[in-house]
T-cell receptor, first 111, second 113 residues
Framework: EADIYQTPRYLVIGTGKKITLECSQT?????MYWYQQDPGMELHLIHY???????EKGDLSSESTVSRIRTEHFPLTLESARPSHTSQYLC??????????FGPGTRLTVL | QQQVKQSPQSLIVQKGGISIINCAYE??????FPWYQQFPGKGPALLIA?????SEKKEGRFTISFNKSAKQFSLHIMDSQPGDSATYFC????????????FGAGTRLFVKA
Protein backbone atom coordinates (compact mmCIF):
# COMPACT_ATOMS: atom_id res chain seq x y z
CA GLU A 1 0.00 0.00 0.00
CA ALA A 2 1.46 3.33 -1.09
CA ASP A 3 1.94 5.88 1.68
CA ILE A 4 0.64 8.94 -0.11
CA TYR A 5 -2.32 10.85 1.20
CA GLN A 6 -4.64 13.46 -0.20
CA THR A 7 -7.20 15.60 1.59
CA PRO A 8 -9.97 16.33 1.19
CA ARG A 9 -11.25 13.42 -0.89
CA TYR A 10 -14.28 15.41 -2.03
CA LEU A 11 -14.79 19.18 -2.10
CA VAL A 12 -17.79 21.20 -3.28
CA ILE A 13 -17.30 24.96 -3.16
CA GLY A 14 -18.66 28.15 -4.67
CA THR A 15 -17.06 30.24 -7.39
CA GLY A 16 -14.38 32.66 -6.22
CA LYS A 17 -13.30 30.71 -3.14
CA LYS A 18 -9.65 30.02 -2.38
CA ILE A 19 -8.85 26.35 -1.89
CA THR A 20 -5.81 24.27 -1.00
CA LEU A 21 -5.56 20.60 -1.83
CA GLU A 22 -3.21 18.73 0.48
CA CYS A 23 -0.80 15.97 -0.51
CA SER A 24 1.68 14.20 1.74
CA GLN A 25 3.94 11.19 1.31
CA THR A 26 5.96 9.30 3.88
CA UNK A 27 8.26 7.43 1.49
CA UNK A 28 10.97 10.08 1.30
CA UNK A 29 10.50 10.44 -2.45
CA UNK A 30 12.29 13.36 -4.07
CA UNK A 31 9.85 13.93 -6.93
CA MET A 32 6.19 14.84 -6.59
CA TYR A 33 3.49 15.57 -9.14
CA TRP A 34 -0.02 16.96 -9.57
CA TYR A 35 -2.25 15.63 -12.32
CA GLN A 36 -5.69 16.78 -13.42
CA GLN A 37 -7.97 14.04 -14.70
CA ASP A 38 -11.60 13.83 -15.71
CA PRO A 39 -12.91 10.40 -14.61
CA GLY A 40 -11.37 7.61 -16.66
CA MET A 41 -9.75 10.04 -19.05
CA GLU A 42 -6.22 11.20 -19.84
CA LEU A 43 -3.81 12.25 -17.07
CA HIS A 44 -2.71 15.86 -17.50
CA LEU A 45 0.44 16.88 -15.63
CA ILE A 46 -0.08 20.38 -14.19
CA HIS A 47 2.84 20.70 -11.73
CA TYR A 48 5.87 18.74 -10.60
CA UNK A 49 8.73 19.12 -8.19
CA UNK A 50 12.29 17.78 -8.29
CA UNK A 51 12.74 18.37 -4.57
CA UNK A 52 12.46 20.95 -1.82
CA UNK A 53 12.10 24.52 -3.16
CA UNK A 54 11.91 23.22 -6.74
CA UNK A 55 8.64 23.41 -8.69
CA GLU A 56 7.89 23.36 -12.41
CA LYS A 57 4.77 23.80 -14.50
CA GLY A 58 3.56 20.73 -16.30
CA ASP A 59 2.25 20.16 -19.79
CA LEU A 60 -1.26 21.48 -19.12
CA SER A 61 -1.59 25.13 -18.29
CA SER A 62 -3.20 25.63 -14.90
CA GLU A 63 -4.22 28.61 -12.80
CA SER A 64 -3.17 26.73 -9.68
CA THR A 65 0.10 27.15 -7.80
CA VAL A 66 2.16 24.73 -5.73
CA SER A 67 4.88 24.86 -3.10
CA ARG A 68 7.45 22.35 -1.82
CA ILE A 69 8.82 23.55 1.47
CA ARG A 70 9.17 20.07 2.95
CA THR A 71 10.07 16.84 1.15
CA GLU A 72 6.89 15.11 2.23
CA HIS A 73 4.39 17.89 1.51
CA PHE A 74 3.22 19.27 -1.87
CA PRO A 75 0.04 21.35 -1.57
CA LEU A 76 -1.83 22.80 -4.53
CA THR A 77 -3.67 26.12 -4.24
CA LEU A 78 -6.36 27.75 -6.36
CA GLU A 79 -6.72 31.45 -5.45
CA SER A 80 -10.16 31.82 -7.02
CA ALA A 81 -11.99 28.68 -8.01
CA ARG A 82 -14.19 28.63 -11.12
CA PRO A 83 -16.55 25.98 -12.56
CA SER A 84 -13.91 25.16 -15.21
CA HIS A 85 -11.69 23.87 -12.37
CA THR A 86 -14.15 21.08 -11.65
CA SER A 87 -12.16 17.86 -12.05
CA GLN A 88 -10.26 15.18 -10.18
CA TYR A 89 -6.81 16.11 -8.91
CA LEU A 90 -4.28 13.33 -8.37
CA CYS A 91 -1.03 13.69 -6.45
CA UNK A 92 1.86 11.29 -7.02
CA UNK A 93 5.45 10.81 -5.93
CA UNK A 94 8.47 8.86 -7.14
CA UNK A 95 12.06 8.12 -6.30
CA UNK A 96 13.87 9.36 -9.36
CA UNK A 97 11.90 8.98 -12.59
CA UNK A 98 10.75 5.42 -11.88
CA UNK A 99 7.49 4.08 -10.53
CA UNK A 100 5.02 6.75 -9.49
CA UNK A 101 2.83 6.17 -6.46
CA PHE A 102 -0.53 7.88 -6.69
CA GLY A 103 -2.81 9.15 -3.96
CA PRO A 104 -6.56 8.45 -4.01
CA GLY A 105 -7.36 11.83 -5.55
CA THR A 106 -9.50 14.85 -4.66
CA ARG A 107 -12.75 15.24 -6.54
CA LEU A 108 -13.36 19.00 -6.83
CA THR A 109 -16.69 20.52 -7.84
CA VAL A 110 -16.98 24.29 -8.23
CA LEU A 111 -20.53 25.58 -8.38
CA GLN B 1 9.62 13.71 -29.42
CA GLN B 2 8.16 13.37 -25.96
CA GLN B 3 4.83 11.81 -26.92
CA VAL B 4 3.60 8.34 -26.07
CA LYS B 5 0.77 7.25 -28.36
CA GLN B 6 -1.64 4.65 -27.00
CA SER B 7 -4.33 2.65 -28.77
CA PRO B 8 -7.13 1.72 -28.76
CA GLN B 9 -9.04 4.33 -26.76
CA SER B 10 -11.50 1.69 -25.59
CA LEU B 11 -11.69 -2.07 -25.78
CA ILE B 12 -14.42 -4.61 -25.13
CA VAL B 13 -13.34 -8.23 -24.63
CA GLN B 14 -15.22 -11.39 -23.74
CA LYS B 15 -14.35 -13.11 -20.49
CA GLY B 16 -11.48 -15.51 -21.12
CA GLY B 17 -10.26 -13.60 -24.17
CA ILE B 18 -6.99 -11.75 -24.75
CA SER B 19 -6.84 -7.98 -24.29
CA ILE B 20 -4.11 -6.18 -26.23
CA ILE B 21 -3.18 -2.53 -25.79
CA ASN B 22 -0.44 -0.88 -27.83
CA CYS B 23 1.87 2.06 -27.26
CA ALA B 24 4.51 3.81 -29.35
CA TYR B 25 7.15 6.27 -28.23
CA GLU B 26 9.60 8.58 -29.99
CA UNK B 27 12.38 9.44 -27.55
CA UNK B 28 15.08 6.74 -27.69
CA UNK B 29 16.46 7.97 -24.36
CA UNK B 30 13.47 6.51 -22.52
CA UNK B 31 14.58 3.47 -20.51
CA UNK B 32 11.62 2.62 -18.29
CA PHE B 33 8.22 1.56 -19.65
CA PRO B 34 5.52 0.96 -17.04
CA TRP B 35 1.85 0.13 -17.35
CA TYR B 36 -0.59 1.52 -14.79
CA GLN B 37 -4.07 0.24 -13.97
CA GLN B 38 -6.77 2.56 -12.67
CA PHE B 39 -10.13 1.57 -11.23
CA PRO B 40 -12.96 4.13 -10.93
CA GLY B 41 -12.52 6.41 -7.93
CA LYS B 42 -8.89 5.35 -7.37
CA GLY B 43 -5.50 6.65 -8.39
CA PRO B 44 -3.50 4.66 -10.98
CA ALA B 45 -1.26 1.88 -9.64
CA LEU B 46 1.73 0.22 -11.26
CA LEU B 47 0.77 -3.07 -12.92
CA ILE B 48 3.96 -4.17 -14.67
CA ALA B 49 7.04 -2.47 -16.10
CA UNK B 50 9.90 -3.29 -18.48
CA UNK B 51 13.32 -1.93 -19.34
CA UNK B 52 14.61 -1.99 -22.95
CA UNK B 53 17.22 -4.70 -22.35
CA UNK B 54 14.51 -7.40 -22.54
CA SER B 55 11.86 -8.07 -25.18
CA GLU B 56 9.20 -9.55 -22.93
CA LYS B 57 8.18 -9.60 -19.30
CA LYS B 58 5.42 -11.74 -17.83
CA GLU B 59 3.71 -11.48 -14.46
CA GLY B 60 0.80 -13.84 -14.07
CA ARG B 61 -1.75 -13.11 -16.78
CA PHE B 62 -0.06 -9.83 -17.75
CA THR B 63 2.73 -9.65 -20.34
CA ILE B 64 4.62 -6.70 -21.79
CA SER B 65 6.08 -7.18 -25.25
CA PHE B 66 8.79 -4.67 -26.17
CA ASN B 67 10.13 -3.92 -29.66
CA LYS B 68 13.06 -1.54 -29.32
CA SER B 69 13.72 -1.11 -33.04
CA ALA B 70 10.08 -0.22 -33.73
CA LYS B 71 9.85 1.89 -30.56
CA GLN B 72 6.67 0.08 -29.58
CA PHE B 73 5.47 -1.87 -26.57
CA SER B 74 2.23 -3.59 -25.75
CA LEU B 75 0.30 -5.05 -22.84
CA HIS B 76 -1.34 -8.45 -23.22
CA ILE B 77 -3.90 -9.61 -20.69
CA MET B 78 -4.49 -13.33 -21.02
CA ASP B 79 -7.73 -14.98 -19.86
CA SER B 80 -9.29 -11.54 -19.31
CA GLN B 81 -11.68 -11.34 -16.35
CA PRO B 82 -14.47 -8.87 -15.48
CA GLY B 83 -12.27 -7.71 -12.58
CA ASP B 84 -9.73 -6.51 -15.15
CA SER B 85 -12.20 -3.86 -16.33
CA ALA B 86 -10.34 -0.61 -15.72
CA THR B 87 -8.43 2.13 -17.51
CA TYR B 88 -4.88 1.23 -18.49
CA PHE B 89 -2.12 3.78 -19.09
CA CYS B 90 1.22 3.09 -20.69
CA UNK B 91 4.09 5.40 -19.87
CA UNK B 92 7.74 6.04 -20.62
CA UNK B 93 10.44 7.81 -18.69
CA UNK B 94 14.16 8.41 -18.70
CA UNK B 95 14.82 6.54 -15.45
CA UNK B 96 18.48 7.33 -15.18
CA UNK B 97 18.47 9.88 -17.97
CA UNK B 98 16.38 12.50 -16.28
CA UNK B 99 13.36 12.51 -18.59
CA UNK B 100 10.15 12.77 -16.66
CA UNK B 101 7.35 10.24 -17.14
CA UNK B 102 5.13 10.71 -20.17
CA PHE B 103 1.76 8.94 -20.04
CA GLY B 104 -0.31 7.63 -22.91
CA ALA B 105 -3.91 8.80 -23.21
CA GLY B 106 -5.34 5.65 -21.63
CA THR B 107 -7.43 2.68 -22.75
CA ARG B 108 -10.76 1.88 -21.13
CA LEU B 109 -11.10 -1.90 -21.00
CA PHE B 110 -14.43 -3.60 -20.40
CA VAL B 111 -14.49 -7.37 -20.00
CA LYS B 112 -17.92 -8.88 -20.61
CA ALA B 113 -18.94 -11.74 -18.34
Amino acid sequence: EADIYQTPRYLVIGTGKKITLECSQTMGHDKMYWYQQDPGMELHLIHYSYGVNSTEKGDLSSESTVSRIRTEHFPLTLESARPSHTSQYLCASSLGWGEQFFGPGTRLTVL
Amino acid sequence: QQQVKQSPQSLIVQKGGISIINCAYENTAFDYFPWYQQFPGKGPALLIAIRPDVSEKKEGRFTISFNKSAKQFSLHIMDSQPGDSATYFCAASGGTGGFKTIFGAGTRLFVKA
